[in-house]
């Protein structure tokens, strides 16, 4: 079975949509580096389309009804959104879910440090990368300290062109030898990820020196580095303690190929299908069963944590919700999470040519192909997988045909070579309907990663025919 490629079934509106589409993308990612810029962005956007926090809606005693729009947010990491349809909330809802979390270094609490004259930041990485993928690239600092006072102080240093970057240093070839020889998990160790940060010692006027007796400072590099940080962000060596600082790539999504065909980003997985899910909850309307898009944190280290898919937000959250539209009881919650249907809304690996001996051909993702279907994901025999019903396969081939969406399947790798896991298992616990669905992304969890404009735009379409397409469960 083949699939048409997406770039000859467009028409000209819809090739002019789909290059709009891709920009929008493009600022989405470059506003959002972390879990909290892009909560921050997507709050921005959604308040100016008439979604109420339903924080809001509770401290001013108000309802919601059918038609509202209406978003929590989970210690900035993780948000959801409802449109409330006109169907009771027990009938289900018709959910995108994906996670906003990307592989990165996270600075740790004690990280500063100073050794022959450079001073560095320690980093612990997170989520599943190639360690020696990160050295030598220009990083950027993103993210937050919070004061003992609860006062928070937003760092986001590296992308403006005036703006420094850091690094993390790597043997030169010349001395390589041993290295080279070792396996790729020990190329760079963990450890050895470390993020240099500065190298001027700090600047000792002659009277203070003559204060000191002529003693050198100590870790002069060191004290430089927290002189600007306490200059520039009234922080403390000890302020590391309550910071979430994140490492990553200091540069902006950038169009590839001569063609422009193709995004090159940081962070893609997921926040693709996090803007996509988005952008087609924007343009659902009217909707009968209410509609959820829903965006985690913590996906990426095993959906762990009070942001993470497996913590109780969600259900809480939607328990509020049909608390404030008069229809909530404990067996009514249960239905409206078992009658819903989920698109688990995550990326998944593109075939690539270079690499083709880890792929089943016919089963593979293929780029400019549509979003792609994986029934299942996990490992080995379908160990940790959601494996999604065939009728509700069934019902979605009928609503996407009929609305024109083209979309592929595929497995995440040929058998037995490897294998992972989304959120999709974890909402499937309530017994509703879920299958993973999402863009083919070449060179995933790379520090860049790659996908097609075209799967973009068509997954919008999905999402959308999806949300507006799914009638009951
Ligand atoms: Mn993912
Ligand atoms: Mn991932």
């Not at 937050?144 to 030169?172: A, H, M, N, W, Y």
């Not at 926040?271 to 659902?284: I, K, T």
């Amino acid at each position: 079975m083949e699939r048409a490629n997406l770039w000859n079934e467009y028409s000209k509106t819809q090739l002019k949509e789909l290059e709009l589409f891709a920009k929008d993308y493009r600022d989405f990612l470059d506003a959002g580096k972390t879990e909290r810029e892009c909560v921050e962005s997507i709050i921005n956007l959604i308040e100016q389309e008439g979604y109420v926090e339903l924080a809001r809606l509770q401290k001013e005693n108000r309802s919601a009804a059918p038609g509202d729009k209406v978003y929590c947010v989970n210690m900035d990491k993780s948000i959801v959104l409802y449109q409330i349809g006109t169907e009771p909330m027990e009938k289900g809802m018709n959910i995108l879910g994906a996670h906003l979390d990307s592989p990165r270094l996270d600075v740790k609490q004690n990280p500063l440090y100073e050794d022959s004259g450079f001073a560095y930041l320690d980093t612990h990485y997170y989520g599943g990368i190639k360690k020696y993928q990160w050295v030598t690239l220009p990083l950027a600092i993103h993210g937050v300290v919070v004061k003992k006072d609860g006062t928070t102080q937003i760092i986001r240093i590296g992308d403006e062109d005036e703006d420094p970057v850091f690094f993390i240093s790597d043997l030169l070839i010349h001395l390589a030898q041993e290295q080279m020889e070792k396996k790729g998990v020990k190329v760079v160790e963990g450890e050895a990820l470390d993020l240099i940060v500065g190298n001027k010692p700090i600047h000792i006027t002659p009277k203070e020196k003559g204060e000191q007796d002529g003693k050198s400072v100590k870790d002069a590099v060191k004290e430089g580095i927290l002189a600007i940080l306490k200059e520039q962000y009234d922080m403390t060596e000890e302020d590391f303690v309550s910071a979430e600082l994140e490492i990553v790539p200091a540069d902006l999504a950038r169009e590839a190929g001569f063609d422009r065909s193709m995004i090159l980003a940081y962070g893609q997985d997921d926040r693709v299908c996090s803007f996509a899910a988005l952008r087609a909850m924007l343009a659902a309307k009217n909707p009968e069963r209410t509609l959820c898009v829903l965006l985690v944190d913590k996906e990426e280290i095993g959906s762990v944590g009070a942001t993470g898919m497996q913590s109780n937000f969600f259900e809480n959250t939607t328990a509020e919700l049909m608390e404030i539209t008069g229809q909530y009881s404990e067996l009514a919650l249960r239905r409206c999470l078992a009658n819903s249907c989920m698109l688990s809304a995550d990326v998944t690996s593109a075939f690539d040519p270079n690499y083709a001996s880890c792929f089943d051909k016919r089963n593979a993702a293929m780029f400019g192909k549509g979003p792609v279907f994986n029934k299942f994901t996990g490992s080995r025999g379908k160990s940790g997988s959601n494996d999604a019903n065939a009728e509700f396969i069934g019902k979605l081939r009928g609503i996407l045909d009929a609305a024109k969406v083209r979309y592929q399947t595929s497995e995440l790798g040929k058998v037995d070579v490897g294998g992972g896991g989304t959120i999709a298992y974890i909402l499937a616990l309530y017994g509703m309907n879920v299958i993973d669905c999402g863009v083919a992304v070449l060179n995933m969890h790379a520090p860049h990663e790659a996908t097609s404009k075209a799967d973009v735009y068509e997954t919008y379409r999905c999402y959308h025919a999806f949300l507006e397409g799914v009638k009951e469960s």
